[in-house]
Nanobody
C-alpha cells in the first residue's frame, strides 16, 4: 500500500523559497497523477498544484501560478513542489496526494492516498 511522506517544510520570511518533497516510503510502483494541497488554520483544504503521471501536464491554483512549480521523478517515486516568492498567505500545512488515475485533479475526492502533511510558515 502507498505511504506518502512529505518533507521540506519550515519557516521562512516573505520572499523566500522552500522545496517540498513527497516520497512513497514503501516504494510502491505507480502510474498515478500526484497533487499538492494545503490547509490553513480554520480553512478548507485547497488545491495547490497537480502533475500527471507523464508530463509535462501540470496544473496550478491561480494563487500560486508563476511562483510554485510542481515536478516529479518517476524513477524515485517522488514529487516536488518548488515554492518561490513566498507570501504570509501561503502559510499552511501542505499535503501531497496520489490520484486514483494517471491524471491529476483539482478535486480532493479524486485522490485516494494522502501524506500526513508538512508545515510551511511564512512571516512578514
Amino acid at each position: 500500500q502507498v505511504q506518502l511522506v512529505e518533507s521540506g517544510g519550515g519557516s521562512v520570511q516573505a520572499g523566500g523559497s522552500l522545496r517540498l518533497s513527497c516520497a512513497d516510503s514503501r516504494r510502491t510502483s505507480s502510474n498515478n497523477g500526484m497533487g499538492w494541497f494545503r490547509q490553513a488554520p480554520g480553512g478548507d483544504r485547497e488545491f495547490v498544484a497537480g502533475i500527471n503521471w507523464r508530463g509535462p501536464d501540470t496544473y496550478y491554483a491561480d494563487s500560486v501560478k508563476g511562483r510554485f512549480t510542481i515536478s516529479r521523478d518517476n524513477a524515485k517515486n517522488t514529487v516536488y513542489l518548488q515554492m518561490n516568492s513566498l507570501k504570509p498567505e501561503d502559510t499552511a500545512v501542505y499535503y501531497c496526494a496520489q490520484s486514483r488515475t494517471p491524471r491529476a485533479s483539482r478535486f480532493s475526492n479524486d485522490y485516494n492516498y494522502w501524506g500526513r502533511g508538512t508545515q510551511v510558515t511564512v512571516s512578514s
